[in-house]
Antibody, heavy 122, light 112 residues
Framework: EVQLVESGGELVQPGRSLRLFCAASGFSFDDYAMHWVRQAPGKGLEWVSGISWTGESIGFADSVKGRFTISRDNAKNSLYLQMNSLRVEDTAFYYC???????????????WGQGTLVTVST | SSELTQAPTVSVALGQTVTITCRGASLRTYYASWYQQKPGQAPILVMYGNNKRPSGIPDRFSGSSSGDTASLSVTGAEAEDEADYYCSSRDSRDTSSRNLVLFGGGTKLTVL
C-alpha cells in the first residue's frame, strides 16, 4: 500500500523559513515523479512544485518561484520542500503527491498524503 | 492563458446524470485529470488520461475531452458523490519538461 506522510508544518512568522518532509513507502520511490500541492483553508488546490524521478527536472508555480526549492533523496524514500521568505498567503495544507506514471511524468496524481499545515502569521 | 475554469457549483438529483466541465487552453494539448475531495479529506484521483478510471472508482464516473474543454460525468449520482471536484492538467507553457501543473478552481457538487 502506498503511503505518503508529510511533516514539518507549523506556525511561523512572515519572512522565516520552514522545511517540509514527505516519507514515502509502499512503492519504488525512485521510479516516480513527485509533487507538492497546497490548499489554503476553505480554498481550492494549488500546485506548488514538482520533481522528476531522477531529480533532474524541477518546476515551480510562479507564486513560489525563487522562494521555494524542492528536492528528493531516493536512498531515503523522501521528498522535501524548502520554503524561504514565507508570506501570510503561503498559509495552507501542503500535500505530498505521487505521479501515476512509472519512469515518466504525467502530472496525474494517484496518491496523496494527508497533508501538513503551514501557518504563516505574526 | 494558463488557467483552468470550472463552474463553482453544480447540483444533481439523486440518480440522475451530471456533467462537470473544465475549460482551458492547456486542454488542447494535455489530457485532464479529475480529483474528488470530501470535507476534511485529501483529494483522490477519479479520472485521468483519455477516460481512464483508477481502480476502485465506480464506473458511473466517466470522462471526455473536446477542444479546450474536459468533462467529468456521473451517471446515476449517489449521495456519496457529493464533494468538491477539481480538474488538472499539465501547463502548456511547460515547453522544457519542468512538470508545471494547473488546477481548476473546483466545482462543488450537491446531490439533491
Amino acid at each position: 500500500e502506498v503511503q505518503l506522510v508529510e511533516s514539518g508544518g507549523e506556525l511561523v512568522q512572515p519572512g522565516r523559513s520552514l522545511r517540509l518532509f514527505c516519507a514515502a513507502s509502499g512503492f519504488s520511490f525512485d521510479d516516480y515523479a513527485m509533487h507538492w500541492v497546497r490548499q489554503a483553508p476553505g480554498k481550492g488546490l494549488e500546485w506548488v512544485s514538482g520533481i522528476s524521478w531522477t531529480g533532474e527536472s524541477i518546476g515551480f508555480a510562479d507564486s513560489v518561484k525563487g522562494r521555494f526549492t524542492i528536492s528528493r533523496d531516493n536512498a531515503k524514500n523522501s521528498l522535501y520542500l524548502q520554503m524561504n521568505s514565507l508570506r501570510v498567503e503561503d498559509t495552507a495544507f501542503y500535500y505530498c503527491v505521487k505521479d501515476i506514471v512509472q519512469g515518466g511524468s504525467s502530472s496525474w496524481f494517484d496518491s496523496w498524503g494527508q497533508g501538513t499545515l503551514v501557518t504563516v502569521s505574526t | 492563458s494558463s488557467e483552468l475554469t470550472q463552474a463553482p457549483t453544480v447540483s444533481v438529483a439523486l440518480g440522475q446524470t451530471v456533467t462537470i466541465t473544465c475549460r482551458g487552453a492547456s486542454l488542447r494539448t494535455y489530457y485532464a485529470s479529475w480529483y474528488q475531495q470530501k470535507p476534511g479529506q485529501a483529494p483522490i484521483l477519479v479520472m485521468y488520461g483519455n477516460n481512464k478510471r483508477p481502480s476502485g472508482i465506480p464506473d458511473r464516473f466517466s470522462g471526455s475531452s473536446s477542444g479546450d474543454t474536459a468533462s467529468l460525468s456521473v451517471t446515476g449520482a449517489e449521495a456519496e458523490d457529493e464533494a468538491d471536484y477539481y480538474c488538472s492538467s499539465r501547463d502548456s507553457r511547460d515547453t522544457s519538461s519542468r512538470n508545471l501543473v494547473l488546477f481548476g478552481g473546483g466545482t462543488k457538487l450537491t446531490v439533491l
